[in-house]
């Protein structure tokens, strides 16, 4: 931006608040500190028409969502992120500008399992590309690999000499579900085993692809620590096709948010809420059916629930 912008931000806090700046917070933003309330609605007006700038928030709002590259940059990526991003932004703008949560609300958008933007580990609602088909193989980049003739790793370790490369040493053995065999020098997958670690499309990008059966899964409740320590997401819907104007999406954004809302307590996290009243009522929230995926480990006690209405 330019130093004439610069300038008549600091002008516009100077008439409307305390002067103080944060430049830049740790979401990417320009974070203006300290402000009486009768000032917030004129200061909103200047910024928007005025200056055409848009405004978030720092309160118990939606915070700015964030995306990786995507299909801009990424032939991992499983749907287009920034898209994505970019619609539910503008679909909920009442929601980034004017407080309605019990705390604060995070979406960030991962185009594929490497979670380029960490959506696992830090963010309410975890959107990450994935598919449901087999892993494509390019049976003769896969034996280039193993002749050297292709450097693994796209060739990040150039200049360094890690000796040949070695199929089983460096991707056979390191697959977390041990899914991966060669027979008669080809690869093999059992796909119905993998867990789309990306470690093996990692190691060798030329000889495997991403399936074409392609979506996206969403993991809740994710969070640094700020009550109850830190979480990682929970899956909450397995796969859900990527198709405009994403209202499958929304309804689960939505269904999660009403449920949020009536039951969270005064700055408790989603994720404080799933530990709290468990993961089941989550998925009722949106309406879904239980899956064998959301289940962690077998039960511990033989005692079933019942709903009331059950």
């Known amino acids: 931006y330019t130093t004439k912008f610069l300038r008549d931000l600091c002008d516009l806090w100077d008439r409307h608040g305390s002067g ?69 932004t503008n679909e909920y703008q009442d929601e980034l500008h004017r407080p309605a949560f019990p705390y604060k609300f995070k979406f960030k958008f991962d ?69 991966m065999w060669l027979e008669d020098g080809k690869l093999k997958i059992n796909n119905r085993e993998c867990t789309r670690c990306m470690h093996c499309l990692n190691v060798m990008p030329r000889a495997l692809r991403i399936g074409n059966d392609r979506g996206l899964s969403i993991l809740v409740g994710a969070k640094a620590p700020i009550l109850d320590g830190a979480q990682m997401g929970s899956l909450l819907v397995p796969f859900i096709k990527v198709e405009e104007p994403y209202d499958e999406i929304k309804e689960i954004i939505e269904g999660i948010w009403e449920w949020w809302m009536e039951e969270g307590k005064n700055r408790e996290r989603l994720g404080e809420l799933i530990k709290r009243q468990g993961l089941a009522k989550a998925i009722s929230a949106i309406g879904a059916t239980p899956v064998p995926q959301h289940v962690q480990e077998p039960r511990h006690n033989p005692y079933i629930f019942w709903k009331e209405e059950d």
């Not at 915070?63 to 990526?77: D, H, I, N, V, W």
């Not at 980049?141 to 000796?163: R, S």
Request: aromatic share 6%.
């Open 111 to 179: 185009g594929c399992p490497n979670g380029c933007v960490a959506s696992i580990a830090r963010s309410d609602m975890s959107v990450i590309g994935t598919w449901r088909d087999d892993i494509r193989i390019d049976q003769e980049a896969v034996a280039a690999y193993i002749g050297g003739e292709i450097q693994p790793n796209g060739g990040a370790h150039a200049g360094k000499d890690w000796g040949a490369f070695d199929i089983q040493k460096e991707v056979i053995d390191l697959c977390p579900t041990e899914c």
């Open 20 to 88: 103080l700046t944060n430049m830049h917070g740790s979401t990417g933003d320009i974070v203006f500190l300290g402000t009486t309330t009768d000032h917030l609605e004129p200061m909103f007006f200047e910024m928007t028409h005025e200056l055409n700038q848009d405004l978030g928030g720092s309160g118990s709002n939606l915070r700015t969502p964030e995306c990786c590259l995507g299909k801009s940059r990424c032939q991992y990526a499983c749907y287009d992120t920034q898209e994505v991003c970019h619609q539910l």
